[in-house]
Nanobody, 120 residues
Framework: QVQLVESGGGLVQAGGSLKLSCAAS????????MGWYRQAPGKQRELVAL???????QYADSVKGRSTISRDNAKNTVYLQMDSLKPEDTAVYYC??????????????WGQGTQVTVSS
């Protein structure tokens, strides 16, 4: 019913930048919070940045000051601008959204993930 499709991952040198995008589509009535999580090999998935509908962004300490989350509500799209990338930012990045489906209830949806690799 709802799909989240990420794009923008890739290979970048340390110090470089990437901008991730995630577009939600389907039987969407409304979207509450949208955010980005990441999972590195052998580690648990962790929150990178969160942006509720009413504002009030939240960032992981490890990316604070280097990343900016934003969203285009008209396009049901959330973005993550990442600057000054470090090798430890290497992970699969997942988009998350709490979506209220038309005629149904709300729940969390996840994208398929996009690989970000930062070389030293």
């Amino acid at each position: 019913q709802v799909q989240l499709v990420e794009s923008g991952g890739g290979l970048v040198q340390a110090g470089g930048s990437l901008k991730l995008s995630c577009a939600a589509s389907g039987n969407i009535f409304s979207i509450n919070a949208m955010g980005w999580y990441r999972q590195a090999p052998g580690k648990q998935r962790e929150l990178v940045a969160l942006l509720p509908t009413g504002g009030g962004t939240q960032y992981a300490d490890s990316v604070k000051g280097r990343s900016t989350i934003s969203r285009d509500n008209a396009k049901n799209t959330v973005y993550l601008q990442m600057d000054s990338l470090k090798p430890e930012d290497t992970a699969v990045y997942y988009c998350n959204a709490f979506v209220i489906v038309i005629g149904s209830y709300g729940r969390d949806y996840w994208g398929q993930g996009t690989q970000v690799t930062v070389s030293s």
